[in-house]
């Protein structure tokens, strides 16, 4: 048995694959498992894998048909034989000392759930400002769950920013939603930290990250917003299914109505009357499963999101001109006048 089984979900990533297991074949510490799932690569990817397999007694290999990244991953899980999982995208890489901290953390603190810190690949490249706060967790533990560790804290929306006790995870039945097309890290993460006992944030940057990389999934979606909007709204409604499932719903009705309104309606604000109303309706449809328009109007919102609430969503029936002006209004209660204009001179004097 090792200490830490990193898993590797692999598909067409020939160009980047020997870089991904070179950053692991080099650190330092060593007792650790690699568990690269190939997902019906079409390219090079096999062979490469195979070579490492035979260099290197610490890689396996699992060959699966094309099924997508969270199927892959739930592969490793399955055949992961360490202490503690974690998660290494193929194309990305750990930087040294990184398996040796993940271990010591999770051993020094005895948590389900460790949450640690990264940085962009290539250094030149402009790395967005939410991406820049979601890879800079501090230093915390958490003794018992806290809607602060969804909301407030930098713990998402990236299941490779964590590592988790083995033990854990098979305890708790958590799995990846192989049902889902995108965002289904952002599910992995609202189902983990209501059901861990103990999760431990560390500020330290183990993991590169390439932002963009050509054919990925997220630079498709980057091109119809409004489609990715549609997604969010599928993830919003796996979401509650899961928290009304596991008991954790009605402690935490409006931070969840106040999430779901900030990840699937606050961009659709923007679009044009029809995709807008698309996904205002199909959002409204989930909701309203849980909570009734009055149900909504009784909890304690800010005023902003109460707007966004039942006039956008439940009623959604304002006017583009209302829309746009609601959506500047809230990211300025949300975020700050200041942090607002830093990001518009930063703008403007990139496009000079």
Not at 97 to 107: F, H, K, N, P, W
Not at 224 to 229: E, P, R, S, Y
Not at 242 to 267: E, N, P, Q, T
Not at 300 to 327: F, G, I, K, V, W
């Amino acid at each position: 048995m090792s200490r830490l089984s990193v898993i590797v979900p692999v598909y067409n990533v020939e160009h980047w694959v020997d870089r991904c297991l070179e950053s692991l074949s080099t650190q330092e510490f060593r007792d650790f498992e690699v568990v690269c799932v190939n997902d019906g690569s079409t390219d090079g990817s096999r062979e490469r894998l195979a070579a490492w397999e035979a260099r290197d007694h610490r890689v396996r290999v699992i060959d699966q048909a094309n099924q997508g990244p969270s199927a892959a991953r739930n592969a490793g899980i399955h055949a992961a034989r360490g202490d503690y999982v974690s998660f290494l995208d193929a194309d990305d890489r750990y930087l040294p000392g990184a398996c040796g901290r993940i271990v010591s953390a999770l051993d020094k603190t005895g948590s389900d759930v460790l949450v640690f810190g990264g940085r962009c690949f290539p250094d030149d490249a402009p790395c967005p400002e939410w991406l820049s706060e979601s890879l800079h967790p501090r230093d915390v533990t958490y003794d018992s769950f806290s809607m602060d560790l969804l909301l407030k804290e930098a713990s998402r929306p990236f299941v490779w920013k964590l590592a988790l006790r083995r033990s854990f995870l098979l305890e708790s039945g958590v799995i990846l939603d192989e049902g889902l097309r995108f965002g289904e890290d952002q599910l992995f993460c609202f189902a983990v930290y209501p059901r861990s006992l103990r999760t431990t944030l560390i500020s330290d940057e183990l993991y590169e990250y390439q932002i963009v990389r050509e054919g990925s999934l997220m630079s498709g979606l980057r091109a119809d917003f409004g489609a990715k909007m549609l997604e969010h709204n599928k993830v919003v409604e796996r979401i509650l299914a899961d928290w009304s499932a596991g008991g954790f719903l009605d402690d935490h009705a409006a931070d969840l109505v106040s999430f779901s309104l900030d990840f699937s309606l606050y961009d659709a604000l923007k679009l044009d009357d029809a995709a807008y109303r698309s996904v205002a309706e199909g959002l409204r449809e989930i909701l309203s499963r849980y909570w009734t328009e009055a149900d909504v109007a009784a909890m304690c919102l800010p005023r902003t999101t109460r707007r966004m609430a039942l006039d956008a969503c439940y009623r959604a029936n304002m006017s583009m001109r209302e829309r746009r002006a609601l959506a500047l209004e809230h990211r300025l209660c949300q975020r700050g006048v200041r942090s607002f204009l830093k990001r518009v001179l930063q703008k403007v004097g990139g496009s000079s």
